[in-house]
């Protein structure tokens, strides 16, 4: 089975450039999340979706970060523009939301921002 | 505000003992609760996993201990392998809150 898919693996842009970053989830997961994670940190949350829905975008800094997840499967993760303090890792997860959800994560988008 | 907190940033430990990573959270409403082992350029891998009605979860070689009392976890590796080498997260969250929290991960180098 194949599991969660993010491109790019890598990506370095100058400041104020737009970037965006894909993930294609497991097949069968209804839920897909983005999130950041800083160098020593752990993930944060960016954006949640239940199918098609963004069921939790409270962290989402939506002057400069856009998400849309198409049909329910694919989605992408936009910055424009993108600054200094946005390098990171971005990871895409999905889960089959139960009581015993398991995130499964992809291998993460590492962008640099010069 | 941080949530789930994992004080130790680094561990090391002989091929063949124990390994003891910690994790502290502070929401009294986390009911289930997850360990994530990531190594290098690779996205978290889901290791194990605890919900509050248990205190211990085995899975071969790693147990999950929790004491909700002090809102504190433990991930056992027994015995530890230079496999086990890598950067362990602990997630928690509350099934009606919707969002995992995660910690700032513990690097555990075994060494053979």
């Known amino acids: 089975e194949a599991g969660v898919v993010q491109s790019p693996r890598y990506k370095i842009i100058e400041k104020k450039q737009p970037v965006a970053f894909w993930c294609n989830p497991i097949?069968?997961?209804?839920?897909l999340y983005w999130y950041r994670q800083n160098l020593g940190q752990g993930p944060e949350l960016l954006i949640r979706?239940?199918?098609?829905?963004?069921?939790?975008d409270s962290q989402l800094p939506k002057d400069r970060f856009s998400a849309e997840r198409l049909k329910g499967v694919d989605s992408t993760l936009k910055i424009q523009p993108a600054e200094l303090g946005d390098s990171a890792v971005y990871l895409c997860?999905?889960?089959?939301?139960?009581?015993?959800?398991?995130?499964?994560f992809g291998s993460g988008t590492q962008l640099s921002v010069l | 505000d941080q949530q789930v907190k994992q004080n130790s940033p680094s561990l090391s430990v002989q091929e063949g003992r124990i390994s003891i990573l910690n994790c502290d959270y502070t929401n009294s409403m986390f009911d289930y609760f997850l360990w994530y082992k990531k190594y290098p350029a690779e996205g978290p891998t889901f290791l194990i996993s605890i919900s509050s009605i248990k205190d211990k979860n085995e899975d071969g070689r790693f147990t999950v201990f929790l004491n909700k009392s002090a809102k504190h976890l433990s991930l056992h590796i027994v015995p530890s392998q230079p496999g086990d080498s890598a950067v362990y997260f602990c997630a928690a969250s509350a099934f009606s809150g919707n969002q995992f929290y995660f910690g700032t991960g513990t690097s555990l180098t075994v060494i053979p």
């Open positions: 979706y239940e199918n098609e829905e963004a069921v939790d």
């Open positions: 097949s069968g997961h209804n839920t």
């Open positions: 997860a999905s889960s089959f939301r139960d009581r015993n959800e398991k995130l499964f």
